[in-house]
């Protein structure tokens, strides 16, 4: 942690897969940001749709952001980006490119890491946390979903809320959705909790209108992946994403080591971020189905005490086996039922790693 009066150093992920069009104007809401020192790092997993020749022509000043109903970049000075391969970003980037790179201010220097595969949620996280730790040594390290608008003091009450507890490991903001019919206050995530008897995750004070209602500080069983601040100290004892789950349930699992270490995990309501979730259904589609599946699985047998462990298969095999996929994840078809029953089976058969 650092000391004195220096402002703590954070290093903001983003990972991108086809997804250009949410991160030019997710970069352009963090570029605003009043937080003085950071680094923007964004991972993209072998996109085919343009995404990195878009990125960085948005940070070349060529390509309009085009944020909806929140303000773009006034200030048309270039983002200076540099390109890494995954492999010598693990090993802390280029050293000329690096030590040009600091002597710009944090919203003019942003690397883009490139997969040459798509690793999923987790892995690519882990690239751009493992060259952070090499290269710029940050005191923070801040996961950003790349569909997400944040507001320009987010980072700095995150930041405070961490260093005013150094019992506190992991700090959440009141995410909002980004769109809800016409709005933009009604709440998607502030904190969430587990049924481990079950398996199932409840959104805290999701869809309601924000009225104040939740603005105090307070903790919770997990905190949203779509937005987390983790402290350098927890991520030295905490380790890495584990990459098992590809996509759902990593963050909950980080979470959840977390904790077990005896940090807490702060809402921090004043700190906002604007989410581009689906707003009218939970529905889980395709492949993703599949993940979300065994990622319960691997959950539940990683946390859950012998007790809740039995209940849980118990309860799933008589009641959530059949009733889960339609009630809970909404799902219609046959097809997206056998990636549910698939997913479940590869989760209790296959050893996570």
């Known amino acids: 942690m650092s000391s004195g009066d ?11 897969w086809n997804g250009w069009r949410d991160s030019v104007p997710c970069l352009d809401s963090v570029f605003q940001i009043a937080y003085p020192n950071y680094d923007v790092i964004l991972v993209d997993n072998n996109s085919d749709d343009e995404s990195v020749e878009k990125i960085s022509a948005y940070a070349a000043g060529t390509l309009v952001s085009g944020m909806n109903h929140f303000e773009r970049r006034s200030e048309t000075a270039q983002v200076t980006s540099v390109r890494y391969s995954r492999s010598l970003a693990e090993l802390g980037g280029d050293r000329e490119k690096e030590a040009s790179l600091s002597t710009l201010p944090s919203n003019r220097r942003l690397r883009i890491i490139l997969n040459d595969e798509n690793y999923g949620y987790s892995d690519a996280n882990n ?3 493992t060259y952070a ?3 710029l040594n940050p005191d923070y390290i801040l996961l950003l979903n790349n569909d997400t608008i944040v507001h320009k003091l987010f980072l700095n009450e995150l930041v405070a809320a961490a260093e005013h507890d150094e019992t506190i490991g992991m700090a959440g903001p009141k995410i ?9 206050d009604v709440i998607s995530f502030t904190g969430g909790r587990i049924d481990m008897t079950r398996g199932l995750v409840s959104f805290l004070n999701e869809h309601e209108i924000d009225q104040g209602q939740y603005d105090s500080i307070g903790e919770f069983d997990s905190l949203s992946g779509a937005c987390l ?3 350098k100290e927890l991520l030295d004892r905490v380790g890495l994403l584990r990459t098992d789950y590809f996509l759902y349930w990593e963050d909950f699992d980080w979470c959840f080591r977390a904790r077990r270490l005896g940090y807490g995990l702060a809402y921090v309501p004043s700190a906002i971020v604007w989410h581009k979730v689906s707003a009218t259904t939970s529905k889980i589609e395709g492949k993703k189905i599949y993940y979300w599946a065994r990622g319960l699985v691997y959950f539940i047998k990683r ?7 039995v209940t849980f298969f118990l309860y799933f095999f008589c009641y959530g086996f059949w009733f889960i996929p339609r009630l809970y994840l909404q799902l219609g078809t046959i097809s ?7 997913g479940i089976a590869d989760g209790l058969f296959t050893r996570a790693r």
């Open 6 to 16: 220096k402002t703590p150093k954070v290093s903001i992920i983003l990972v991108n």
């Open 127 to 129: 690239v751009a946390i």
């Open 133 to 135: 730790r090499e290269a």
């Open 176 to 184: 909002y959705y980004c769109d809800f019919e016409g709005r933009h």
């Open 229 to 231: 601040l983790v402290k």
């Open 303 to 309: 946390f859950a005490t012998m007790a809740q462990l």
């Open 336 to 342: 997206e039922l056998k990636e549910f029953y698939k």
